[in-house]
């Protein structure tokens, strides 16, 4: 993509991703194009649309139960490699903690508990 971006869409039928992207970024930036078109997004969509479609689209690549197995076990690696675990990029999973819900943390909070 000549702007730098890694997908765009019409809004209807049609989705471009940047050909240099990896296999993780392209399931990501699929997800988050494929989001807009249910919504019938058409153009560049303000900041507060963006966000909403970020945290939908990192809501469905991470599970909360593949989210509480991996975090049973991370305390002895990076955020890099939690994300790569769990097939997203690092900004996706930014994206999923940023938007856990109350209830979602309670459940993390009680697998952590139970790790101890």
């Known amino acids: 993509m000549p702007d730098g971006v890694p997908g765009r869409t019409n809004g209807r039928d049609v989705i471009w991703l940047d050909k240099r992207l990896s296999q ?11 989001i807009h078109i ?14 909403k479609v970020r945290a939908e689209a990192a809501r469905r690549l991470v599970r909360l139960d593949h989210l509480a197995k991996a975090l049973s076990w991370s305390s002895r690696i990076s955020f890099n490699e939690l994300a790569d675990e769990l097939w997203v990029t690092p900004e996706v999973l930014r994206d999923r903690f940023a938007n856990l819900t109350e209830e979602e943390l309670l459940i993390l909070f009680k697998v952590e508990l139970q790790q101890l």
């Open 38 to 51: 249910e919504h019938a997004h058409e153009g560049c969509q303000p900041p507060g649309v963006e966000a």
């Open 24 to 34: 993780v970024e392209r399931r990501c930036a699929l997800t988050h194009e494929l």
